[in-house]
């Protein structure tokens, strides 16, 4: 994994923080310092942050569960939606359905009825309703697909969240507090960092800063999803070579019978001879 550096962060702009007057006391050990009424970010303490989460973030795709990726703020949105579209991962950059997570089973039927439309309109049925009735169905289709659509690929829960801006999402991360799935986010100076299993201090706000740090986590995840691939490679190598090891002891004994029924053979017909 490539190593994340200082400068790239500062370049980003990562380093900035919130007003000092809105800042959440809780953040003090991750503030270097105050600059214009600014508390400015310790990027070294960020690195660090940042490695951690990779690394926990790889094992979780190795694994093979699924990440969920939330981030509803407008300048965060199509970047988030971008990066987990690159690594299959699901992802909620919409209003935050209430119960996502906690009322999972229902959201599910919501998303199985999105499906049934879906297979209404490749049978020839949706043809058989009204106009009035097809209107809204499509209507229906297309409020199921804004909300819902990116997480249509998550039949279970996630094995992790991963949010931008806990202060904004903050109903997301009591569900996820809620069902013990672990957090990881990116959290600024206006946040409280003791509510996240796996904290990223960081620009929440700034487009730059966020696709920085996304770019990281995303590329942590592919390192993951191909290390479970080759394990998937090696273990179906491993089964074709216990399946022919297997098979071998067969070949031999069918071998021996029919050597054995070869010699037999002349035997019976020298007896002949004699008589």
């Known amino acids: 994994m490539a190593k994340t550096e200082v400068n790239d962060l500062l370049n980003a702009g990562v380093h900035f923080g919130h007003l000092t007057r809105k800042w959440n006391p809780n953040m003090a050990p991750y503030i270097y310092m105050e600059r214009n009424g600014i508390h400015i970010i310790n990027l070294y303490k960020t690195v660090a942050k940042i490695e951690e989460t990779n690394s926990a973030l790889r094992k979780i795709a190795a694994s093979g569960r699924k990440i ?44 199985k009825k999105m499906g049934a439309i879906d297979r209404m309109k490749k049978d020839g049925t949706f043809e058989t309703l009204s106009k009035k009735e097809r209107l809204q169905v499509e209507r229906l289709r297309g409020k199921l697909e804004k909300n819902l659509g990116s997480i249509s690929d998550m039949t279970r829960l996630p ?31 206006n946040s409280d960092p003791r509510d996240i299993n796996f904290v990223i201090p960081s620009n929440d706000d700034a487009s730059k800063s966020i696709d920085k740090i996304l770019d990281l986590i995303t590329g942590a995840v592919k390192e993951g999803l191909s290390e479970r691939e080759k394990e998937k490679e090696g273990n179906t190598e491993e089964d074709l070579k216990k399946m022919e090891a297997a098979a071998k002891p067969d070949e031999d004994n069918l071998n021996i019978e029919n050597n054995t029924s070869q010699k037999e053979i002349p035997s019976k017909e020298n007896e002949n001879k004699k008589e």
Request: charged residues 25%; proline residues 4%; positive net charge.
């Open 68 to 111: 969920l990726f939330v981030a509803t703020k407008k300048q965060a949105k199509d970047i988030v939606a971008e990066k987990a579209k690159s690594v299959n991962m699901p992802y909620i950059t919409e209003r935050w359905p209430g119960g996502m997570l906690t009322n999972f089973v229902t959201i599910r039927k919501a998303v």
């Open 159 to 189: 094995g992790a969240i991963f949010i931008v801006d806990t202060t904004r999402e903050h109903i997301a991360v009591k569900e996820a507090q809620k069902l013990k799935i672990p957090i990881f986010a990116m959290v600024d100076t």
